[in-house]
Each structure stands twice: as C-alpha cells, then as structure tokens.
T-cell receptor, first 111, second 113 residues
Framework: KQEVTQIPAALSVPEGENLVLNCSFT??????LQWFRQDPGKGLTSLLL?????REQTSGRLNASLDKSSGRSTLYIAASQPGDSATYLC??????????FGPGTRLSVLP | DGGITQSPKYLFRKEGQNVTLSCEQN?????MYWYRQDPGQGLRLIYY???????QKGDIAEGYSVSREKKESFPLTVTSAQKNPTAFYLC????????????FGEGSRLTVL
C-alpha cells in the first residue's frame, strides 16, 4: 500500500528566500504525481502535475521534480512571498487512478 | 467558467440525522471522488465513481452513501451510522481523458452538534 510522507511538516521563512519542500512515496509504480496548495478552510488548488515519464515541471516561480526510482519529488519555490503561505500537499497517483495524499507541509512566509 | 461546486459550505447536524452534501462539476469529467480531511491528517478516500451509475467504496466508506445518476453530479450522504462525522469534506473530479489531473471543490464543513 502506498505511503506518502512530507518533510518538513512546517516551515517558516523570511520573504524572498528560495525553498524546497520534499515528498517521499513507497511505491514507485506511479502514473503521475500532483502538487497542491491548500489555504485554511479551502479546497485544494492544483499547482503542478508531473507524468511518470517526466522529470520535472515548471510554472512561474514553482518547479517540481520527480525521481520515481527513489520515490521522491521536490517542490521548489523561488523568491518566496507572503502570499505563498499555505499548506502544500503532494499526491502520487497509480495506474488504477488511486491517489494517496501526504500530510502536507505548512509554509509561512514572513514579510 | 468550468469547475466544481460544493454546497453547502457549512452544515450543522444533530446526532441521528442524515445529511447530503452536493457536488456538481461542469468539466465533463467521468471520474469523481469524495475525500474526508481531519486536522493533522491527510485526505482519506470515502467513495469514488469512474462512470455514471457506478461507484466504489474507498478506505473509509462505512456510514456514508453516494449516487451517480448524472455525469455532473456526485452527492454524498452522511448517515447516522457514521460515528464521527464532524470533518471537512472535499469533492474532486479527474481529467482522465488527458493528464489525469485532479480538480477540487471548495469543500463542505460538517459539524455534528
């Protein structure tokens, strides 16, 4: 059964810093991996999706990488801003369209 | 514009009552999902549906029921058999014809009084 962990559980940084969020998963037989953002009391917003055949995806200041063989994905946020403060979740999906969500990393960017 | 609409946003229920949470999507997605989120825990799958008139139990289906009579709609009923129903409920649909990307609604918070 797929298990997903995210490190760190919480992170507080000053505005402008570059930062890396980590996601680890136990079963490398995945179809894709998606990164989400969740603001308090809100639903999940999709940030980036990486197909299993891809190594990375970029959107603006965000870059996500995927290493299937080692069961790892990282989300890189460049030049962080207070508006980036949220909880970030990763979710690998398998070929049966089963998604397992990590517990999330709670990010605070201080002005 | 396209998206997923969940209602109500907040719901209060007395013990012993059934309640139904609505989920409507206009993304033309075949697959839809219901998740439950509790503080400090990841999302847990309640039910999912891959096509109209078909649905499967997820990891925590006990005390819940669903229907999928229309492609656009996937309502979730929280029954009185659910022992601890107070939680945040999230509905999602999946773009299986393309990338397999998941899209979520804004969620419904259920509180049992």
């Amino acid at each position: 059964k797929q298990e997903v962990t995210q490190i760190p559980a919480a992170l507080s940084v000053p505005e402008g810093e570059n930062l890396v969020l980590n996601c680890s998963f136990t079963d490398s037989a995945i179809y894709n991996l998606q990164w989400f953002r969740q603001d308090p009391g809100k639903g999940l917003t999709s940030l980036l999706l990486i197909q299993s055949s891809q190594r990375e995806q970029t959107s603006g200041r965000l870059n996500a990488s995927l290493d299937k063989s080692s069961g790892r994905s990282t989300l890189y946020i460049a030049a962080s801003q207070p508006g980036d403060s949220a909880t970030y979740l990763c979710a690998p999906g398998d070929y049966g369209q089963n998604f397992v969500f990590g517990p999330g990393t709670r990010l605070s960017v201080l002005p | 514009d396209g998206g997923i609409t969940q209602s109500p946003k907040y719901l209060f229920r007395k013990e012993g009552q059934n309640v139904t949470l609505s989920c409507e999507q206009n993304l033309n997605h075949d697959a839809m999902y219901w998740y439950r989120q509790d503080p400090g825990q990841g999302l847990r799958l309640i039910y999912y549906s891959q096509i109209v008139n078909d649905f499967q139990k997820g990891d925590i289906a006990e005390g819940y029921s669903v229907s999928r009579e229309k492609k656009e709609s996937f309502p979730l009923t929280v029954t009185s058999a659910q022992k601890n129903p107070t939680a945040f409920y999230l509905c999602a649909s999946e773009d299986r014809s393309n990338t397999g990307e998941l899209f979520f609604g804004e969620g419904s918070r259920l509180t049992v009084l």
